[in-house]
Every structure is written in structure tokens, then in C-alpha cells.
């Protein structure tokens, strides 16, 4: 579904993707890992044709999309589904009105299906009657889950979600990750994960990529993954201080 080859990008002189080369394999979750500052985020946003390579392809579907126009882009991202950080909900609106956002603008849907739509996408998510709250009322674990409702709305045969669990507690941490799976299991989408998280990672992940310097020095299933004698994979997967990863760089 997802096939990045060559990718380079450099920001004032300084290497961020090096000659990078990733197959994101199809229905399945394939979850990108990495410490702090070694690409994730620039890499996600190549791949959404937020950013322009320096040079090599990304492959969506057998599209390179590097290469597309802007409204080739748009008419292509109608496929996708993005799950933010922060959920980046629309704070002037209510939850009900930014799950029905994406059918509004690319739908030609009535207001009642909408709302109906709505009202299942919430229901799936577990947040059945809420549709009259202002994202300030509920809790981040719940934005968490509106926008993954939101993410779903048009369907899309991929799925991206960065940093899903970045500051949940681990309660509502594993209550994300059970749902990215269920959600994955019913829609049957190709998902794309940006995560620090190992454990999470190690728990939800079909599919496994460690992110360093640039470059993925990993690929495989997590139990690969954890039996790996690499030094800076089993450093990363200790959490350990010493070794090749620098924790003040």
C-alpha cells in the first residue's frame, strides 16, 4: 500500500532522511519507532504530501504522490485518515460538528445522513451522545477518540496516526491502542503509526520499523524486534542511558 524509496530531506544543510527505503505492507498496522528527533515526524508528513522530498518516492497505492500536483494531492488524500497528536480538534465547534467536518466539505451527504453517520462513528468509538460537547469539555483521552471518529468518516483505506498515545495515562493508553486495533480490524485499513512508545508498539504492531539518523536500521515483526542484538535497538528497547543513542543530543 505504502512504498517509500530513496527518500532524502535536508533542513539547512542538516540530514534528516538519509536514502531511506520502507514497505508499509497492506491491512496491515505497521508502527514506525524511534527516539526524539530522529525523523518520525518529518517522515509522516512526506508521506501525507505535506512536505517535499529532496529526492526519492513515495508510493501510495502505486501512486507516487512526491510528484503529484496540488489538486492530484487533495483527490488522493480523500483516501486517507489522520489521527493527530493532539486530535486537533476545532475548538468553535462541537464534537458532533468536527466528526461531520470531512462529510461536509467532500460529501454530498443530506444533514440527516450525516448526523447519522456521526452518531455511528462516535458509537464505534464508544462516545455515544456527546455530540453536543465543545472539545474544552471532555478529556484528552476522549479528543483522542472523537478524533479517531473523525479520522474514519470517509472510509479511508489508510490510516495515519502520530504519537496516539503521547500523554494518556496507561489506562486510557491501552484503552487507545485496543481501539486503533478494533477500528483496523473493521475498516481493514492499511494504518501507518508514529510511536516512542515501545510497549504500546510491541503490543499493537503487525508490522515493525525503527527510525534512526535518518534511516531504518529495522524492519520485522516485534518478536524480531525484541531479540535483535543491534545496540541501539536493544538500547532503545531498555530505555537504557548508556550506548550508541545519545539522550542529551
Excluded at 489521527?83 to 476545532?90: E, N, P
Amino acid at each position: 500500500m505504502i512504498e517509500i524509496r530513496g527518500l532524502a530531506k535536508s533542513f539547512k544543510g542538516v540530514k534528516v532522511l538519509d536514502n531511506l527505503f520502507l514497505e508499509v505492507p497492506e491491512g496491515k498496522i505497521t508502527i514506525v519507532i524511534g527516539p526524539s528527533g530522529s525523523g518520525k515526524t518529518v517522515l509522516l508528513k512526506h508521506t501525507l504530501g505535506l512536505i517535499r522530498p529532496d529526492s526519492g518516492q513515495i508510493l501510495i497505492d502505486g501512486r507516487d504522490i512526491s510528484s503529484m500536483n496540488e489538486a492530484e494531492l487533495n483527490q488522493t488524500r480523500k483516501s486517507f485518515g489522520v489521527c493527530f497528536q493532539d486530535a486537533a480538534l476545532l475548538d468553535s465547534m462541537t464534537v458532533g460538528e468536527n466528526v461531520a467536518f470531512p462529510l461536509k466539505i467532500h460529501t454530498k451527504l443530506t444533514n440527516e445522513e450525516i448526523a447519522r453517520e456521526v452518531h455511528l462513528r462516535l458509537k464505534e468509538v464508544g462516545l455515544s451522545g456527546i455530540e453536543d460537547k465543545m472539545p474544552s469539555e471532555i478529556s484528552g483521552g476522549m479528543r483522542k477518540r472523537v478524533g479517531i471518529a473523525r479520522a474514519m468518516a470517509l472510509n479511508p483505506k489508510v490510516l495515519f496516526f502520530d504519537e496516539p498515545t503521547t500523554g494518556l495515562d496507561p489506562v486510557m493508553s491501552n484503552a487507545i491502542k485496543i481501539l486503533i486495533r478494533e477500528t483496523q480490524a473493521r475498516s481493514q485499513a492499511t494504518c501507518l503509526v508514529i510511536s516512542h512508545d515501545i510497549e504500546v508498539a510491541l503490543d499493537l504492531a503487525d508490522f515493525m520499523a525503527m527510525l534512526y539518523n535518518g534511516k531504518i536500521i529495522f524492519e520485522g515483526d516485534p518478536g524480531s524486534f525484541k531479540d535483535i542484538a543491534d545496540p541501539i535497538v536493544k538500547q532503545f528497547v531498555q530505555g537504557s542511558i548508556e550506548g550508541p543513542i545519545n539522550p542529551i543530543q
